[in-house]
């Protein structure tokens, strides 16, 4: 009795440490993705500021080269609306999830449980 006892103790304390490293792992990756958004939100925020002084430059240097006004904000809103686009996609790229789910912590427990039963396996044979 004691032998298993001790092997039951061993497992305990082999799934508490891979818990561990599944949690380390998934905080690390949370604080990624966090990093991602604070990012985006902070380059949205001066985004917006220096992008709405810049559009009205741009339009009335436009305009005062002689394109109608019109014509000069929508040029001006085109471009901005691309380097929208282009923000956004960089700022997903920097929120992919890739990271978070703890795929080292996962493997092991996986190994763990394959030896766990193989060793049972191989025990009762012996007593069979």
Same mark, same amino acid.
């Given at each position: ?20 490293? $599944? ?45 109608? =006004? ?23 790229? $920097?929120l992919r999830l890739?990271?978070?789910? =703890? ?11 394959? $030896? ?8 009762? $044979?012996?007593?069979?």
């Open positions: 009795m004691s032998l298993l006892s001790d092997v039951a103790t061993g497992v305990g304390r082999l799934v508490q440490g891979e818990l561990r490293l $599944a949690r380390t792992e998934a905080t690390e990756g949370l604080k990624a993705a966090g990093s991602g958004l604070v990012k985006i939100g902070v380059a949205a925020i001066i985004g917006l500021v220096g992008l709405n002084l810049l559009a009205g430059a741009a339009v009335a240097a436009l305009a005062a080269t002689g394109l109608g =006004p019109a014509w000069s904000a929508l040029l001006v809103g085109a471009a901005l609306c691309l380097l929208a686009l282009g923000l956004a996609l960089a700022g997903r790229a $920097a890739r990271g978070i789910w =703890p795929e080292r912590a996962l493997r092991g427990l996986r190994r763990d449980a394959e $030896a766990v039963q193989q060793g049972l396996n191989g025990t009762e $044979a012996r007593h069979v």
